[in-house]
Nanobody, 120 residues
Framework: QVQLVESGGGSVQAGGSLRLACAAS????????MGWYRQAPGQQRELVAA???????NYADSVKGRFTVSRDNAKNTVYLQMNSLKPEDTAVYYC??????????????WGQGTQVTVSS
């Protein structure tokens, strides 16, 4: 089983920055796309940013120019640098990793979620 452990959430004032990290562990053969999603109260979970093995990135329009997704393949870790945070960025952030396990084929796993709260 692949486990994801997230870190880096917290509370910050508008205009501030936070950096999220998500580390995957387990019998991993290869990781494909790594991404970050968020879910605010009463809303559906939405894609924030994703990064492919070739470092191609995709961002939600609402975070373009403010958030940066990156990955460290040696550490099976994905990061989300969040700058110029706004109150509307307040949500629980989840990482999602897709890949292949040794001897078990394809997997898709979610992190436990980390709260990000931005006050005005």
């Amino acid at each position: 089983q692949v486990q994801l452990v997230e870190s880096g959430g917290g509370s910050v004032q508008a205009g501030g920055s936070l950096r999220l990290a998500c580390a995957a562990s387990g019998s991993i053969f290869k990781i494909n796309t790594m991404g970050w999603y968020r879910q605010a109260p009463g809303q559906q979970r939405e894609l924030v940013a994703a990064i492919t093995p070739g470092d191609s990135t995709n961002y939600a329009d609402s975070v373009k120019g403010r958030f940066t997704v990156s990955r460290d393949n040696a550490k099976n870790t994905v990061y989300l640098q969040m700058n110029s945070l706004k109150p509307e960025d307040t949500a629980v952030y989840y990482c999602n990793i897709d890949g292949w396990r040794i001897g078990y084929g394809r997997f898709n796993s979610w992190g436990q979620g980390t709260q990000v709260t931005v006050s005005s």
